[in-house]
């Protein structure tokens, strides 16, 4: 009964947000009249109108003439209509597509100025630190974890856009999940210490080599990682968890963090998505992280899931193919 209800509750909740149009015309940044659901709408009543009206001379008329006229006028409507939704749907294609040449192009503009003023802040770090006061390394110091983050908002930016053309390649090799998870414990270590943190790392058996692409992956786990030390509140914690499963290796990340609403879960891996109550507290992030870490496990030939409960915690977890053994 509990599973019929939730059935129900899930299709009608569907339903709602197929015919919500203003907040599709919200999302998609146009009139309530430009949205897909709003044309596709005015098609089915142009098509019951035109129905009724071709029901009516057949019915009234015995002419063949003027049936063929009424049939004509149908298909006229019709192809009116559809020629509205077609235009309707390049519009937002040419849009989208201008949208990612453009996020490729100012992230590969952006990345030559950022190596050049890391390389900067490292040659003063390293090269002239004995001639600078506390003062002034502090403050290199601050410039130089800005322009990490805005480091890694342009990696993100081109990852993106790379997915939205069907660029993002994958070189698949030998990869090393345990040693690339207590990389990211130990570079997070600090930030761990601050917030009081409770990080754990459970090997449930012997934890295999993957074929997936190593720099690829590791943006996953860190994005995974990073999102539960950053919405989990002081002295709370986090379990990593590695299994082989058949033919496949386990890994869940899990938190006692702020959670995912309910309603807003199903957006998740959407691009851009924060949920609203990531928003409130914290001001930071663009929303890529998981949507970036959806499609490189895809396109490892892995997948992923995730279950959460709002104000108790998160638990994601993915499924990546072993390294296969090579015949002798």
Not at 33 to 51: E, K, N, Y
Not at 188 to 205: E, G, P, T
Not at 280 to 298: C, H, M, Q
Request: hydrophobic share 40%; charged share 30%.
């Amino acid at each position: 009964m509990k599973l019929k209800i939730k059935l129900y509750q899930k299709i009608t909740r569907h339903i709602y947000d197929d015919f919500n149009l203003k907040k599709q015309a919200y999302n998609l940044g146009v009139e309530v009249w430009q949205t897909p659901s709003f044309l596709f709408i005015c098609m089915g009543l142009a098509i019951m109108v035109a129905m009724a009206v071709v029901y009516f001379v057949s019915f009234h008329y015995d002419s063949p003439f003027v049936l063929i006229i009424s049939e004509v006028l149908v298909v006229i409507i019709m192809l009116i209509v559809g020629g509205f939704i077609i235009k309707s749907v390049e519009i937002f294609a040419q849009a989208n597509k201008t949208k990612s040449e453009f996020i490729s192009l100012a992230s590969h503009q952006l990345k030559t100025p950022l190596a050049g003023l890391k390389w900067s802040l490292e040659f003063l770090l390293s090269k002239r630190r004995n001639g600078l006061n506390k003062e002034q390394i502090s403050i290199l110091k601050d410039i130089e974890e800005l322009s990490l983050k805005m480091e890694q908002l342009v990696s993100d930016l081109l990852d993106a856009a790379r997915i939205d053309s069907g660029e993002l390649f994958l070189n698949k090799d030998k990869a090393d999940l345990e040693g690339i998870i207590e990389e990211i414990e130990k570079n997070n270590l600090s930030l761990l210490k601050a917030k009081k943190i409770s990080f754990s790392f459970k090997r449930k058996n012997k934890v295999p080599l993957v074929m997936a692409d190593k720099k690829r992956i590791k943006v996953v786990l860190d994005n995974l990682i990073s999102n539960a030390i950053q919405y989990t509140s002081n002295e709370g914690m986090i379990n990593v968890e590695a299994e082989k499963k058949d033919d496949k290796i386990k890994i869940c990340v899990k938190d006692n963090g702020i959670g995912i609403p309910s309603d807003q879960q199903k957006r998740v891996f959407e691009k851009f998505f924060r949920g609203t109550n990531t928003e409130k507290l914290f001001s930071r992030g663009t929303g890529l992280g998981l949507y970036i870490t959806k499609n490189i496990v895809e396109k490892s030939g892995g997948e992923i899931q995730f279950k959460s409960i709002e104000g108790v915690g998160s638990e994601f977890c993915f499924w990546l193919p072993i390294e296969e053994k090579k015949k002798r």
